[in-house]
C-alpha cells in the first residue's frame, strides 16, 4: 500500500507559478511505480496531467499543459513535483498525484493509489 500526500497548491494570480510536491510511503520502492497527476474542477471530471515512469525516461503532458508544465521526481526521496508556469484561470482545480505499479497511462483507472489532493485556484 502506497500512501500519497500532496502539497503546494495555493492561491496565484494568471501568469503565476506553482510548485506541487506529492511525498510516497509504504508499498515497494518508489522507482517501482510510474506517478500521474491529475486534476479535478467543481462539476467537472478528473482529468489527466501529467505523467512519469518510474525511472524518469518516460514523460506525458496534456496538450492543455503542454510546455507550461513539468513533471519530475526524485526516487531517493520518494519524491515527486508538478512545476507549473504560466498558469491560466482554466488551471483551476484539485490536483492530485497518483501511483501505479510498473506502467500506467493517462486514464485514472490505470491508478491504485491517490492522495487527497492539494487546491490551485488561479485568480484573473
Known amino acids: 500500500q502506497v500512501h500519497l500526500v500532496e502539497s503546494g497548491g495555493g492561491l496565484v494570480q494568471t501568469g503565476g507559478s506553482l510548485t506541487l510536491s506529492c511525498a510516497a510511503s509504504?508499498?515497494?520502492?518508489?522507482?517501482?511505480?510510474?506517478m500521474g497527476w491529475f486534476r479535478q474542477a467543481p462539476g467537472k471530471e478528473r482529468e489527466f496531467v501529467a505523467y512519469?515512469?518510474?525511472?524518469?525516461?518516460?514523460?506525458d503532458y496534456a496538450e492543455a499543459v503542454k510546455g507550461r508544465f513539468t513533471v519530475t521526481r526524485y526516487n531517493a526521496d520518494n519524491t515527486g513535483w508538478l512545476h507549473m508556469n504560466s498558469l491560466k484561470p482554466e488551471d483551476t482545480a484539485r490536483y492530485y498525484c497518483?501511483?501505479?505499479?510498473?506502467?500506467?497511462?493517462?486514464?485514472?483507472?490505470?491508478?491504485?493509489?491517490w492522495g487527497q489532493g492539494t487546491q490551485v485556484t488561479v485568480s484573473s
Open positions: 512519469i515512469n518510474g525511472h524518469s525516461a518516460v514523460v
Open positions: 497518483a501511483a501505479a505499479f510498473a506502467v500506467a497511462g493517462r486514464s485514472p483507472t490505470d491508478y491504485e493509489f
Open positions: 509504504g508499498g515497494r520502492t518508489f522507482s517501482s511505480y510510474a
